[in-house]
Every structure is written in structure tokens, then in C-alpha cells.
């Protein structure tokens, strides 16, 4: 396999010409994966993913054709050339989809106005070539389980590939969101962290009323301190915007989340009369 991937990569360089390229090899390892399924973010270089998968017992990547399961691109800086996957075991279909636009969550891949055009299948370890620009590629398993030991990216860049920082991701207790709500009393408040994969970064961030949102090329963004989560208060919608700076680099894209705080209701008629 390694001397197959070193054959193909040298081929794909002359027909690539003096076009730069750049490999990301996805293993449960590399992706931080673990004994359960839960969206997890991972940085390879300027290239940022999300997956929803599993670490089997084998150490393989086990993805599932259902709840979410699935690997997506959420920041490129280049167009996929090839995909290629080594199965370690199953003879389930990988489906394989690119998109113009960039993924935003797992169940992307779960909606059909979402999840982009299909480059290609695979029952077993093979190279899909994708034919057409596609800056974003997301991963699934098209019916049951299946298991990989790896997934390499060929991504084409038409330059040296731009220092840029990872857009942050947000998370409330351990999971990450883009979309959230939750029921609380009146006046209590939950922790709400960001987070960005790209090192020694200084994270901005806002809150704002959804409804009414600023123009965030002039908006007054705070500088985020890990050691002090964003507290957002019941009853009340909220977004949240966020971005990473390092000197060095070029800052990260902007990302957004809205979070709605549900205030409990008691209800008189259901009081017990003593």
C-alpha cells in the first residue's frame, strides 16, 4: 500500500505539473478518536475537519450509515484531487461527496439539499479521482458499519499554502455546536467555551441578540479567556461570533453559533392542594 501511495503520489505531481500539493492521512489516532461516537474537530495544517466516528477495537475508523456518522472538511485551502481508502475490514459502500460551499456539521451528510455532489464509492481500498474543483470533501458510510484504517487527501493548492489560523469551534459541556437550546430557571446561567486548533492563537469573540445582528467588520469584539467561559444567562437567544488571530498568520474565518435558553414553566394546575 505504502509503495502504491508513493508511486500514485509521484504520478500525480508530473500531471499536476507545477501545481503545489499537500496530503492529510486521517487514522483514528490522528483524529483523536475514541470508544464513542461524538463530533470531534481536527487541524492538519490549514485544512480543518469534524467527524462523527468511532475507534474500534483495532484502533480502525468505524464509520456508521446513521445518527450523524460521518467525516467532514469545514476549512480548505485548496480543491481534492484524490481520496484514497484503505478498508481494514467490511464490504459496506464509502460514499464520498465534494462541495463548493463548506460543511458546517456531520449531519450535513444527512441532508439532501446539503450534502453535495457524490465523487465517487468504494466497497474496498481503492483511489477515487475527482474530476471538476471541489474545495470541500465529506466522508460516509452508505449502509451499516465499515472499517478504515486510513483516509488520504490530495488536495491541489495553486500556490505555497497561506498561513491561516483554524476557524474556533464552540462547545457546552465537551460538545461542540452550532445550534443549540437548552431549559434552565429564571436566571441561571450555563458555561459555553471556544476553542481553535491552530496553537498560541488569541480568540475574539461576541455576543449578540440574533435578531439583530452588527456588522462584524466594525463590531467590538472581546478577547476570549479559556479560564472564563462565556456565560449566557435563561430566558434568552443569543449568537455567538468568534475568531482567531496569531501574528504570523492570517486571521481565521468567522464563526457563529445561536444558542436558545428556555426558562422551566410551573404550572399552577399541576400544585398539590395540601
Not at 77 to 86: A, E, F, Q
Not at 98 to 112: C, E, I, K, P, R
Not at 184 to 192: D, I, L, Q, T
Request: overall charge negative; glycine content about 8%; aromatic content about 10%.
Amino acid at each position: 500500500m505504502k509503495k502504491f501511495s508513493l508511486l500514485f503520489s509521484m504520478l500525480l505531481i508530473a500531471l499536476l505539473g507545477n501545481a503545489a500539493t499537500v496530503t492529510d492521512v486521517l487514522t483514528a489516532e490522528a483524529m483523536g478518536l475514541s470508544a464513542s461516537y461524538e463530533d470531534r474537530t481536527h487541524g492538519f495544517g490549514e485544512r480543518q475537519y469534524i467527524s462523527n466516528a468511532y475507534k474500534s477495537d483495532k484502533g480502525a475508523i468505524q464509520l456508521r450509515s446513521k445518527n450523524n456518522s460521518g467525516i467532514i472538511c469545514t476549512q480548505s485551502n485548496g480543491n481534492i484531487r484524490t481520496v484514497t481508502i484503505s478498508v481494514e475490514s467490511g464490504t459496506n459502500q464509502v460514499d464520498v461527496y465534494g462541495s463548493n460551499t463548506a460543511y458546517n456539521a456531520v449531519s450535513n451528510l444527512y441532508d439532501t439539499a446539503k450534502k453535495g455532489t457524490l465523487l465517487g464509492s468504494l466497497k474496498a481500498s481503492g483511489t477515487i479521482t475527482v474530476e471538476g474543483d471541489y474545495p470541500y470533501v465529506a466522508i460516509r458510510s452508505n449502509k451499516n458499519t465499515i472499517y478504515l484504517n486510513s483516509i488520504e487527501l490530495v488536495w491541489e493548492t495553486s500556490s505555497a499554502p497561506v498561513n491561516k489560523c483554524a476557524k474556533p469551534t464552540f462547545t457546552q459541556s465537551g460538545m461542540l455546536f452550532t445550534d443549540l437550546s437548552f431549559w434552565a430557571n429564571s436566571g441561571e446561567s450555563k458555561e459555553f467555551n471556544i476553542a481553535c486548533t491552530t496553537e498560541g492563537v488569541t480568540i475574539h469573540y461576541l455576543v449578540y441578540d440574533p435578531n439583530n445582528a452588527p456588522d462584524f467588520a466594525t463590531a467590538n469584539f472581546l478577547v476570549y479567556d479559556e479560564a472564563s467561559p462565556i456565560q449566557l444567562a435563561c430566558p434568552g437567544n443569543y449568537g455567538i461570533a468568534a475568531y482567531a488571530t496569531l501574528e504570523g498568520y492570517d486571521n481565521s474565518d468567522i464563526a457563529t453559533a445561536t444558542v436558545t435558553a428556555k426558562e422551566y414553566q410551573i404550572s399552577l394546575g399541576a400544585r398539590r392542594c395540601r
